[in-house]
């Protein structure tokens, strides 16, 4: 027994007789207080109690955050607003690694790691056992199911486990996971090693497909969808402007001159890839429309009934991206009006999604989380224009570079076996045979990269492996970014509003704010409302998740519990 009572007993012993007293005092009108309070201690937010049915995972592909500020006030009430207005909204949340491209964002979203710790370094990469590039999610061990267009493909090749993983191990697989999206990378990554499915779209068959890896054959549920929910409704679709005209002009007038879509750049864009019926053109097209985020919300809700989420006590977990938005932006850029009213439309595709989940599973019993996989840079040419500098190096000028000093102060020989993600990979071979000191040819190498115009840092695989580097700020990214077995012999970083390939339109990779900023946003079950700018990561959100789900985090975590959003206090 202890002689002394806390500040906190003693208001406790006063709520106490307080509750008995009023109690008192009710029960003289009501047949209230049935249920003695001596032993409940208020332990703070009542939603904590709530049972979570389903968590809702999305991505966005290619959303910078501040595609939420500049459109907030076209958005509906339902939609992205009613995760800014009742959600914990994280306003300064940048990847902390490059490249900043698809794969590795969506492999960070549920692992809460790094590609230095879950191995996906790129949407591909040099693989220097077979010689060849392969993709972050290609498996050759594995078949295509319910198409024939895409690469067979699975989460092998990435390491570590992810929230669904470490969710299903908690109840011996009574709960659910499932990856969804048009990209294969997007739908496998998020989803994780021990899924119950993963669905992508077959852009040569307009169908949604998955991989032997999951399972031996598509769930009945899906095939259905794909019989009954041809793309082909969409074919001729007319793309318009969803609002009038005067809410564009905070974005590029439509006609202008930095846009360069093949398929045009103007308002109506008519879905139908050239073709005069639906073929692969057409499939193509459309997942580069605002009508692919509907299509692929219909396959999530048919996904939420064919498996049955969020019904049970198991919290089950659906991770969806979608990607049409990065297939706009790369063409259009994010100051174009296309840009814009893709946005506004995924607004009312999540609103529609959101009242769905509220009507079969509840709001209420139900956890989202919003991010994005990277950020984009403007049109290299509109920068330039607007004086923030910026332009396009061509793909080989670099290597190009780096060969020509190499073999003028070593000797000759083919220096450099690939290129990838700004990833120089040497030929050991001749590096051995000309020099012998791997070292100082990173060393000439990154010197040579230094001197092609638009090229601001470059790291090399020794300084990578022994660890990031105070007086380059990058260097930490890119070390973040650097998995050994991948990873190349240097690391190249543009300099900013630059772009590498000569492609129009644009891109991301980089290490810099456009590519990097990204919204974070948790809603729904034990989350109070709020608005929080300190730093913070996507790589924050797997741990938060497991903190909230009461489960294990995931084994290469590096991120943070976002305490500042949750319900922390602590049980006496
Ligand atoms: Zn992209």
Redesign the pocket.
Known sequence: MKLFKSDEEVGTDLRRWLTIFLCLQITLFTSGCGRTTYDQRPVGNENRSRPVRLVLGIVI??FRYDYLTRFEDLFGARGFRLLLREGAVFTNANYVYLPT??ACGHATFMSGSIPALHGIVGNEWFDRETGRIVTSISDDNVKLLGGQGEEPASPSRMIGSTVGDQLRLTNNGRSKVLGISLKDRAAILPAGKHPNGAYWFDSTYGTFVSSTYYFPDLPGWAKEFNQNNRPDKYFGARWDRLLPAAAYERSLPDDSPYERSPRGNTFPHIINGGESKPGKLFYEHFEESPFSNEYTAAFAKAAIEGEKLGEDEYPDLLTLSFSAN?KV??SFGPYSQEVEDITLRTDRVLSDLFSYIDQKVGLANTIIVLTAD?G?APIPEYSRDLGLGGGRIEGKTIADAIQTVLSKRFGTGIWIRAAVNGNIYFDYDVVERQSGNRQEVERAGCEAALKVQGVGDCFTRTQLLSGPDSSHWFSRHAANGFYAQRSGDLVIVLKPFYLQGTEAGT??STPYGYDTHVPVIFYGAGIPAGTYSNPSSPSDIAPTLSFLLKIEPPSNTIGRVLTEAIETKIRP
């Open positions: 592909d290619q491209v698809t990065d932006g790369h990277h984009v891109s991301h």
